[in-house]
């Protein structure tokens, strides 16, 4: 089933285009978006987020139209994000912090105090729930932004950059999370992690310059690759191919 689909969007920062007739169609399970710096990742997790308005396009979220306020609403309580960086109030404790966006995101009253530390303890930080967001290091900080972006059990999942910092234990046990929540979620998970892609992504997405030049399995951006391809692992190939193909095309 598609619970994503975006067609002919353009995105642009005043007048230069950042995003250019961008096709996409996303349904349950866990998306990698991979893609060099400045590619546009961000910017299209933006408007997924419903945080940026396309200057052109067509986007449907759920089944429901950005364009409609009345859509923009619904979609907006059953989709949750992490954004690359966030802002928090320093003397908030990490329950505080995810009841407050449990409440943003208009969950009933009576649902919330549960429903926080289960998002608490899916990222690992229960032992933490009473500490202030300001004494948390790098790596819990990105953890205490994650739980906020599962609290209200979204079926659409946005997590940009959501592995930058964790450390390696970690990273394994967000991953098995990862794989729970695409099984009745559309998960999209921006990285620069490849391994991140194969442990954990059904499907994988690759923008370059603004435009999305491959989308497949993971398996199909390995097979992409070549030995005399750069690269480090089967994966990592892959990726290089893909984008010299792209790039070789486009000139
Ligand atoms: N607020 C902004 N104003 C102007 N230009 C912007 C703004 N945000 C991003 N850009 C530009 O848009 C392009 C795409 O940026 P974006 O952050 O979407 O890339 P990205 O793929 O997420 O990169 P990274 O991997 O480095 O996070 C870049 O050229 C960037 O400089």
Known sequence: MTTVSISGLRVGYGRRPVLEDLNLELGVGVHGLLGPNGAGKTTLMRVLATVLRPDRGDVRLLGQPLSDHAGLRVARRRLGYLPQSFGFYPRFTVREFVEYFAWLREMPSAAIPLAVDRAIERVGLLDRADDRMKHLSGGMLRRAGIAQAIVNDPRLLLLDEPTAGLD??????????????????????????????????????????????????????????GDGDSGDSPIERGYTAVLRGAREAAR
């Open 168 to 225: 390696p234990e970690q990273r394994v046990e967000f991953r098995a999370l990862l794989r729970e929540l695409g099984l009745d979620a559309v998960v999209v998970v921006s990285t620069h992690l490849v391994e991140d892609v194969v442990a954990a992504c059904t499907r994988v997405g690759l923008v370059d310059n603004g435009r999305l030049v491959f989308t497949g399995l993971p398996d199909e951006l390995i097979a992409a690759g």
